[in-house]
């Protein structure tokens, strides 16, 4: 079983940052892929990031070259640097595990306004 739990979410003004985090359980957190999708009120849930075990990336192409996503085996930590936010980034993020099945966080609330 592996539990996640997120943090950094928050309100934030348009152009602003945020940094997420989210901590993995589990000795095995390495071999783990791992990422992020975020849910808007009434949209789908969309891929935001992921990261594979082996460090390679992939993004949304609405978020590519202003949200970075990386990863800390030693923390079992991966996280989600956002720049440059925009109002429609704001949503609900949750953080995914993948290792024979999926894993979820609780999510954590982003919102981007003025």
């Known amino acids: 079983q592996v539990q996640l739990v997120e943090s950094g979410g928050g309100l934030v003004q348009p152009g602003g940052s945020l940094r997420l985090s989210c901590a993995a359980s589990g000795s095995i957190f390495s071999r783990y892929a791992m990422g992020w999708f975020r849910q808007a009120p009434g949209k789908q849930r969309e891929l935001v990031a992921g990261?594979?075990?082996?460090?390679?990336?992939n993004y949304a192409d609405s978020v590519k070259g202003r949200f970075t996503i990386s990863r800390d085996n030693a923390k079992s930590t991966v996280y989600l640097q956002m720049n440059s936010l925009k109002p429609e980034d704001t949503a609900v993020y949750f953080c995914?595990?993948?290792?024979?099945?999926?894993?979820w966080g609780q999510g954590t609330q982003v919102t981007v306004s003025s």
């Open positions: 990261i594979t075990s082996g460090g390679t990336t």
């Open positions: 995914y595990a993948l290792y024979n099945r999926w894993y």
